[in-house]
């Protein structure tokens, strides 16, 4: 498995990006794609999941209301998009991927580079 995040760059406070993770490799039937993001001194931290066959969502309560996390299945592609950012958005972004029995994720993207300036 394989996934390719892109789509990060250098935003103002209360702009917008719209994150990319393509994923090959294997079909995602029953499989859970999460995005998360580490800022510089701490942890790692969860921002939204998607399962794969219906397309239901989960958020952190830092995403909701601003972030949306979607798919296309044609594609095998998982977005996030991004509205409203702040700074405190600044941080590298992973995509990950499980199948839906696993508690952990198997596979991790490369990860992306957001930067929010105020």
């Known amino acids: 498995v394989q996934l390719q995040a892109s789509g990060g760059g250098l935003v103002q406070a209360g702009g917008s990006l719209t994150l990319s993770c393509a994923a090959s490799g294997r079909t995602f039937t029953n499989w859970i794609m999460g995005w998360f993001r580490q800022a510089p001194g701490k942890e790692r931290e969860f921002v939204a999941r998607?399962?794969?066959?219906?397309?239901?969502?989960t958020y952190a309560d830092l995403a909701k209301g601003r972030f949306t996390i979607s798919r296309d299945k044609a594609k095998n592609t998982v977005y996030l998009q991004m509205n409203s950012l702040k700074p405190e958005d600044t941080a590298v972004y992973y995509c990950?991927?499980?199948?839906?029995?696993?508690?952990?994720?198997?596979?991790w993207g490369q990860g992306t580079q957001v930067t929010v300036s105020s």
């Open positions: 990950a991927t499980r199948s839906s029995a696993a508690r952990d994720y198997h596979y």
């Open positions: 998607l399962t794969w066959n219906l397309g239901t969502t």
